[in-house]
């Protein structure tokens, strides 16, 4: 949900990014605006969005989205450069904020009655500040009021050079075509006709030709001055047209080489996205055999640790003497049951090195129990221990079979009685056993 | 057609450089990751 999101953000900020490079600022603003929406940490959009702002002429607006940038990316911003920029020319930034400020209060003449005032303001306004749009549409919005529709014209052009998808000055040109086509405006001829020439076209007046040669001096004299007045204004007009789009021209040089540079960034940015996506599938397979692993080593510690309890309790029976005890456990023994060294070296110890004395331990004191007959469950216990430790113990046997004997379980100890004759034949207790056996009723 | 006076209402004055400071506390800089974080943190309690 969240990479739609920013992907979402990142396709309005390129819808920006194209309507800027076309000089739709208006359009830009509009996508720049909806990018930040998704994405205030948009870094790019804040910054090209302050570019247009300070292209219309909105300077405090610019230099809020740059100082917004600058606060969610303090390195390597070029907002700082940005800011640095305006505030370089001290007298030309205080100029433009009392540009604004004029513009300000012409708005506030025109909304309560005072449009000629407003006007006065405005024409300052319109020089000091030649990009601040608003200016300029609500100065052609008077204008057109008082029907001077070429002067309004001349500043909706205006308007329309800079962002050229301002609806505002597309409405009112449309306005003004209207206007002109109901009823024609009251236009001094000369300036009329000087704009045809401005077409491209050269329009001589053509005046009724008197057959006298006064007259004809006198046309002659007025057709000289026009076309002095027309070479005048071929020569002026395309200078002042060159220079107007030189300025143009330049500020569009500029905007494209930050949108060239806006374009490598993003490249940048996408490899580095694709790279980090990469990165991220890489680390989440390793995550996932990790996970795996982690599960595994979890089961393996958990037994290890049951094993190592079982290895302590055992030294520290066998620490007590319980010798019963650690001669019963001897099943439940291996040389394996804990990779360890110190538990193999302790295994080893008992079971092996000692293991015969656990065993004649465990018989001894068995043997003796049942002989002098004290004890005898105890000692019962010590001979089937010795038993576990020896299976073949026919003495163990036997002595188990006195044991219980001596108990009264004479049932156990035919049965064991029984089992030395029929299994060691041989053994020394062989004969005890069958003595022993012809005593049980 | 333009109506003089509807039109005029709608120009709004520019930002002046001693408004800037407001102008940037006041932003609201809530976007829409902000919300999505909202929203599943609320499904998280009543869940």
């Known amino acids: 949900m969240y990479k739609r999101i920013i992907r979402t ?59 917004l940038s600058r606060s969610y990316r303090a390195q390597s911003n070029p907002a700082e450069r940005y800011i640095r920029d305006v505030q370089a020319n001290q007298n030309h930034f205080e100029l433009q904020m009392q540009g604004v400020e004029k513009y300000n209060q012409a708005v ?120 002095g007045i027309l070479a005048l204004y071929f020569l002026v007009i395309p200078g002042k047209e060159k220079e107007y789009a030189a300025s143009a021209q330049q500020q569009i040089n500029e905007i494209n080489s930050e949108i060239l540079s806006r ?86 110890y008992i079971y092996v090195q000692n293991f015969e004395y656990l065993y004649a331990s465990c018989f001894n004191e068995g043997q003796r129990r049942a002989n002098e007959g004290f004890e005898l469950e105890f000692g019962v216990r010590l001979l089937e221990a010795a038993r576990v430790l020896k299976p073949d113990s026919s003495e163990a046997i036997f002595w188990e079979g006195v044991a219980y004997h001596r108990i009264g379980d004479l049932g156990k100890a035919r049965e064991l009685y029984q089992k030395v004759i029929d299994e060691y034949p041989n053994s020394a207790e062989a004969p005890q056993a069958v003595a022993q056996i012809a005593q049980i009723p | 057609m333009i109506k003089f006076e509807e039109e005029i209402a709608k120009f709004k004055p520019s930002p002046e450089i001693d408004e800037a400071e407001d102008l940037i506390m006041a932003d609201d800089m809530t976007d829409m990751t902000d919300f999505m974080v909202q929203i599943l943190k609320e499904m998280k309690e009543k869940g």
């Not at chain 1, 830009?28 to 929406?37: F, T, Y």
């Not at chain 1, 490249?267 to 595994?296: H, P, W, Y």
């Open chain 1, 9 to 67: 953000a990142n396709a309005y900020y390129n819808v920006g990014l194209s309507r800027a490079q076309v000089r739709d600022l208006t359009g830009a603003v509009d996508a720049l605006s909806r990018c930040l929406e998704l994405n205030k940490r948009h870094v790019e959009a804040r910054n090209l969005l302050g570019l247009v702002y300070n292209e219309m002429g909105e300077t405090v607006l610019a230099l809020r989205e740059w100082v």
């Open chain 1, 108 to 227: 506030h003449q025109a909304q309560t009655g005072g449009a000629d005032l407003a006007m006065v303001t405005l024409k300052r306004v319109v020089q000091t500040n030649p990009n601040l749009l608003r200016a300029h549409l609500l100065l052609a919005l008077l204008y057109m009021q008082e029907k001077s529709y070429s002067k309004a014209g001349k500043l909706l052009t205006h308007v329309l050079m800079i962002d050229r998808g301002n609806a505002t000055a597309r409405r009112y040109q449309q306005a003004i075509r209207e206007l002109q086509h109901k009823a024609p405006e009251t236009v001094d001829p000369v300036e009329k006709n000087l704009r045809q020439t401005a077409r491209a076209e050269v329009v001589i007046p053509a005046y009724g030709v008197a057959a006298s040669s006064y007259l004809l001096n006198a046309l002659y004299v007025l057709i000289g001055v026009a076309i």
């Open chain 1, 263 to 348: 374009d490598a960034q993003i490249a940048e940015l996408q490899r580095t996205i694709e790279a980090l996506e990469q990165d991220k599938a890489d680390i989440q397979g390793t995550v996932d055999d990790m996970n795996t692993a982690s599960n595994e080593a979890a089961d393996a510690r958990n037994k290890m640790v049951a094993a190592y309890d079982k290895a302590l309790n055992l030294a520290l029976i066998y620490a007590a003497g319980d010798i019963a005890t650690v001669a019963e456990q001897y099943p439940n023994y291996t040389p394996e049951l804990v990779d360890s060294d110190s538990y193999r070296q302790f295994y080893n």
